[in-house]
């Protein structure tokens, strides 16, 4: 049995699919684990030693839902209830 071009022709069986979490083909569907994010476990696999995998699921890689706004809140000192003066009156006592 050669290693070459006749071994290729048998690989036709898939190892790995999508991940829920992450969305890569990364899921190995025999272990059940994801080889990219560590799902189904808890906390999403990370390492010092891949600074370029770091770098693409970093905060700031995604929505920011909440913390892009904490610049403008916290320049404001965190006020909440607080209702801005009209235009009119402030533009008036000038």
Same mark, same amino acid.
């Given at each position: 049995?050669?290693?070459?071009?006749?071994? &290729?022709?048998?690989?036709?069986?898939?190892?790995?699919?999508?991940?829920?979490?992450?969305?890569?083909?990364? &899921?190995?569907?025999?272990?059940?684990?994801?080889?990219?994010?560590?799902?189904?476990?808890?906390? @999403?696999?990370? &390492?010092?030693?891949?600074?370029?995998?770091?770098?693409?699921?970093?905060?700031?890689?995604?929505? @920011?839902?909440?913390?892009?706004?904490?610049?403008?809140?916290?320049?404001?000192?965190?006020?909440?209830?607080?209702?801005?003066?009209?235009?009119?009156?402030?533009?008036?006592?000038?």
């Amino acid at each position: 049995m050669t290693k070459g071009t006749s071994s &290729f022709g048998k690989r036709h069986s898939k190892t790995h699919t999508t991940c829920r979490r992450c969305g890569k083909v990364s &899921f190995h569907l025999q272990k059940k684990v994801c080889a990219s994010c560590g799902y189904p476990g808890a906390k @999403m696999r990370r &390492f010092n030693w891949s600074e370029k995998a770091l770098r693409r699921r970093t905060n700031g890689t995604g929505r @920011m839902r909440h913390m892009r706004h904490m610049p403008r809140r916290f320049k404001n000192g965190f006020r909440e209830g607080t209702q801005a003066k009209a235009a009119k009156s402030v533009a008036a006592s000038a």
